[in-house]
């Protein structure tokens, strides 16, 4: 796995590690070829850090687990990494308040242009 932290916030690479906290190599959750990819794929750096978090969080979807001395809290880790995703959310402007990540709709009425149409139609002429 390829890893570089440059401290260079212009370059995209190096700005996404430091916005997930991903900058010590032997810590490494991202690899630099994954996090080009998702600069490349992204609508923007700051979509591709989101998705940076999200993929890491998915790394943490393993249970816990406790054997002799050894002991591994993934939940730990999610939790941090859930905050950081929160934060990151709301630092771009992405949170919705009562958002639950489903997507909605509404409905505009919209009239042509060339039909003369000064008001809405009643769509409840001519029903019983």
């Not at 919705?96 to 409905?107: Q, R, T």
């Not at 919209?110 to 769509?123: E, G, I, K, L, N």
Request: proline share 3%; hydrophobic share 40%.
């Amino acid at each position: 796995m390829s890893f570089s932290f440059g401290e260079d916030l212009s370059n995209d690479l190096d700005w996404v590690r430091f916005k997930i906290g991903d900058t010590v190599a032997d810590e490494a959750y991202l690899s630099d070829a994954l996090i080009a990819s998702l600069l490349a794929t992204s609508a923007s750096k700051q979509h591709a850090a989101i998705a940076a978090v999200q993929y890491v969080l998915t790394q943490f979807s393993r249970p816990d687990f406790k054997a002799d001395w050894l002991e591994v809290k993934r939940s730990t880790a999610e939790a941090s990494f859930r905050r950081v995703l929160t934060r990151l959310e709301s630092e771009f402007g992405f949170d919705v308040p009562g958002d639950d990540g489903g997507l909605s709709g509404s409905n505009v009425m919209t009239y042509r242009v060339d039909s003369a149409q000064t008001s809405a139609p009643d769509f409840t002429e001519g029903r019983p």
